[in-house]
Nanobody, 114 residues
Framework: VQLQASGGGLAQPGGSLRLSCAAS????????MGWYRQAPGNQRELVAL???????NYADSVKGRFTISRDNTRRRMYLQMNNLKPEDTAIYSC?????????WGQGTLVTVSS
């Protein structure tokens, strides 16, 4: 199983970024996947989850601003982040649970600052 996250960078408050997670090595259509983030000095926290069928769930802090999606044909998961806030600054990682084992991508840094 391999996960490769990309799309992070610097954004101004109120701006947008789109993260992408390329996946390989498992049956992509069947597995739920998620985005997590970890800010300096904080524990890693769940941002959003999406099932193989497309059902989504979000952390309260990002509801209405972030949208998780997936393209089963391209084996990619996305996180559209709008109206970014400084507190969204963190390393964002994608995750999948395959046969009870959790796999992580390497993470991509998102910095929100003016």
């Amino acid at each position: 199983v391999q996960l490769q996250a990309s799309g992070g960078g610097l954004a101004q408050p109120g701006g947008s970024l789109r993260l992408s997670c390329a996946a390989s090595g498992f049956n992509f259509n069947l597995n739920s996947m998620g985005w997590y983030r970890q800010a300096p000095g904080n524990q890693r926290e769940l941002v959003a989850l999406i099932t193989g069928g497309g059902t989504t769930n979000y952390a309260d802090s990002v509801k209405g601003r972030f949208t998780i999606s997936r393209d089963n044909t391209r084996r990619r998961m996305y996180l559209q982040m709008n109206n970014l806030k400084p507190e969204d600054t963190a390393i964002y990682s994608c995750n999948v649970l395959v046969n009870t084992r959790s796999y992580w991508g390497q993470g991509t840094l998102v910095t929100v600052s003016s």
